[in-house]
């Protein structure tokens, strides 16, 4: 059975920094692609960034684009977003999922399985 939990949310100050991990149980986390998506109070969910299964392609959002990095970590089971330079808008529940087998993380993919979120809140 699959599952994701993420960890790593908090409330900082504009300009700082987070690290969201999100950790996976389950058979072939290595074999998929993942993404972290999130919604803010009010809005739709949203894709933020997604990479492939290998780890070589990454997908961003254009509003996080030069300011958050994905990766991954296949021997830990772990997916990580860094997040530089936040913003009061970057505030939202962040979600990370799972995509397909073998693919490239790209926003349009199927992501089948979601973790329960963890919170982020920017303080201007």
Not at 55 to 72: H, L, M, N, Q
Not at 108 to 121: C, H, I, K, M, R
Request: proline share 3%.
């Amino acid at each position: 059975q699959v599952q994701l939990v993420e960890s790593g949310g908090g409330l900082v100050q504009a300009g700082g920094s987070l690290r969201l991990s999100c950790a996976a149980s389950g058979p072939n986390f290595r074999l998929h692609a993942m993404g972290w998506f999130r919604q803010a109070p009010g809005k739709e969910r949203e894709f933020v960034a997604g990479i492939s299964w290998g780890g070589g392609t990454t997908y961003y959002a254009d509003s996080v684009k030069g300011r958050f990095t994905i990766s991954r970590d296949n021997a830990k089971n772990t997916m990580y977003l860094q997040m530089n330079g936040l913003k009061p808008e970057d505030t939202a529940i962040y979600y990370c999922a799972r995509g397909g087998r073998f693919s490239d993380g790209n926003p349009s993919l199927e992501y089948a399985f979601w973790g329960q979120g963890t919170q982020v809140t920017i303080s201007s």
